[in-house]
């Protein structure tokens, strides 16, 4: 069984309160303490399914992604992958 | 042997005591606790549980019969069957609805971020009371519902105080676990190892 799932981490803990409130009613995201193997952030992220990864995008056009870092997480079998993901990336293969 | 218990208008814990004298008084048969409120179904089913008891709960009249067997009927087939992670004999009592002092918001999120972290980590502990404004978290935060749920999966009891629910008026929001008395809290606390208090 494959699950695959997006991180979002955040330079400060007011970044990340703020994003979830953007984020919070909207969509399916879940406010998590940050995976212990992502070292260069704050200790909260934001957690959201690969599949609302799309509309996340248009929500957040507007917001100053500076600070934030994506990440694509690929969990098979008790084996778990962590990709890094480009805003800019992100947002030109969603176009 | 079958003793019958009515301990319809009788307040809590008083059916729980009992129905625990009664169990304590056979060494093999049935016994049958007749109640009226669902508070009581759930505490008299939560001792016979916890006596690892095989019981059943028939409803009529807006009463409830709870049916323990003792004895040779002790085991049921789904306790052999069913393989679960250890749980940790350790009980974690939550007494608010934020972790930590200071801004709201901050406890807020840190509660939420606390109850996934706890989801993700073996051994999970035995239980999880929720007293006072912790009950909110129970009945009103859906996002520690979801791991709350995740963890009652593993075999973690989720227990919130009764009467604190009653204080805050959500009782018919309750969304995961079972509601629980002072005696069963303390006895849960007691008997663990390991306490934890947030």
Redesign the interface.
């Known amino acids: 069984m494959e699950r695959n799932y997006m991180i979002i981490t955040f330079s400060s803990t007011h970044q990340a309160i703020h994003f979830e409130r953007l984020l919070l009613g909207r969509f399916a995201i879940e406010m998590i303490p940050t995976p212990r193997d992502i070292t260069a952030s704050c200790g909260l992220s934001l957690k959201f399914e690969k599949e609302d990864l799309s509309s996340i995008l248009d929500a957040l056009k507007a917001e100053d992604l500076s600070g934030k870092q994506l990440y694509e997480y690929i969990e098979e079998k008790q084996i778990r992958k962590m990709i890094t993901i480009g805003w800019e990336d992100a947002y030109a293969t969603k176009a | 042997m079958e003793v019958k218990i009515d301990a319809r208008g009788l307040a809590c814990p008083k059916p729980v005591i009992e129905t625990k004298k009664a169990l304590e008084g056979i060494n093999e048969g049935n016994i049958i606790t007749l109640v009226d409120n669902a508070v009581a179904r759930d505490n008299v089913s939560k001792l016979a549980k916890s006596l690892k008891l095989h019981f059943s709960v028939s409803e009529a009249d807006g009463n409830f019969e709870i049916s323990i067997f003792k004895g040779a009927y002790a085991q049921s087939p789904e306790d052999m069957v069913q393989k679960r992670p250890d749980l940790a004999n350790l009980v974690i009592l939550v007494g608010k609805d934020t972790l930590g002092e200071g801004e709201r918001?901050?406890g807020e999120?840190l509660i939420?971020?606390y109850f996934?972290?706890l989801s993700e980590s073996e051994p999970y502990p035995k239980a999880i009371l929720f007293v006072n404004s912790g009950v909110k978290l129970t009945t009103l935060n859906s996002?520690v519902i979801?791991h709350l749920k995740k963890l009652t999966e593993y075999g973690t009891e989720i227990l919130s105080c009764g009467l604190c629910l009653d204080y805050y008026q959500i009782k018919d929001f309750l969304q995961v676990g079972g509601v629980t008395n002072m005696y069963h809290i303390i006895e849960l606390m007691n008997e663990a190892n390991n306490t934890i208090t947030l």
Do not use: F
């Open positions: 918001e901050l999120t939420k971020s996934y972290a996002q979801e």
